[in-house]
């Protein structure tokens, strides 16, 4: 969900801006979550353009709001944001990849304006930052899953918190007895080497040729 950043007559203006405040500095402080250092601006429609402040406001932009071809260059884009995210890559890697890939899709918008024209009209990421995944991991989280793989497939749980979730399934705590090849929880077992294959996989989510920092500088945003 998007809105623009234009007040409604509903809501007073100091509330909407406390709001969209609290919202952006917690969202700073979740899974390595940090700023830009200066929003990117998206073509949205006529109305405005879209602001990306960080990572994962361009992550809602990437998946929900990208109107051109999903290109090698978007693919990059989307999992250097998501690495940011998990505090695998810095920020400022993730921006110059999706300046690029914005750049080279014809996407990037300069501030406020729309075909030249200064807009009234920017929208915001709505989507709410993803939880703290420094919680403790228990049985309870892993219930629903029927095999490790499940867990890898899974785009609703971060690499880093799927990691941790593999790991405690793997512990000796659910070790069947008499047979150490084998984990058990909640009435599911699984064989131990399908959790540490499982964890391989979680670490080639993160595509390392993706993780080459920078962009030329005609491709840097102004």
């Not at 999706?98 to 807009?119: F, H, I, M, P």
């Not at 989280?141 to 749980?157: C, F, M, S």
């Not at 705590?173 to 131990?192: E, N």
Request: aromatic share 6%; glycine share 6%; with cysteine.
């Amino acid at each position: 969900m998007t809105l623009p950043l234009n007040t409604p007559e509903w809501l007073p203006r100091s509330r909407l801006r406390r709001n969209r405040i609290a919202c952006f500095r917690r969202s700073e402080e979740v899974m390595g979550h940090r700023p830009f250092s200066k929003p990117v601006f998206l073509k949205m429609n006529h109305i405005g353009n879209f602001q990306a402040r960080s990572a994962w406001e361009a992550l809602e932009y990437l998946d929900l709001h990208w109107p051109e071809a999903r290109t090698a260059h978007f693919r990059r884009a989307r999992a250097l944001c998501q690495s940011a995210v998990d505090g695998h890559v810095d920020s400022e890697v993730a921006r110059s990849a999706l300046v690029d890939a914005a750049q080279r899709a014809g996407l990037l918008a300069t501030g406020w304006e729309v075909d030249g024209v200064r807009s009234n009209t920017v929208f915001i990421a709505t989507t709410p930052p993803p939880l703290d995944d420094d919680d403790e991991i228990t049985d309870i989280d892993l219930i629903g899953y029927n095999h490790p793989r499940e867990l890898v497939q899974d785009p609703a749980v971060a690499p880093s918190r799927k990691k941790r979730m593999l790991a405690f399934w793997g512990s000796d705590v659910h070790a069947v007895a008499g047979v150490p090849g084998f984990r058990c929880v909640r009435g599911v077992t699984v064989a131990l080497d399908d959790i540490r294959l499982a964890m391989a996989a979680v670490d080639d989510e993160i595509d390392p040729a993706a993780i080459r920092s920078g962009t030329s500088p005609r491709n840097q945003q102004v």
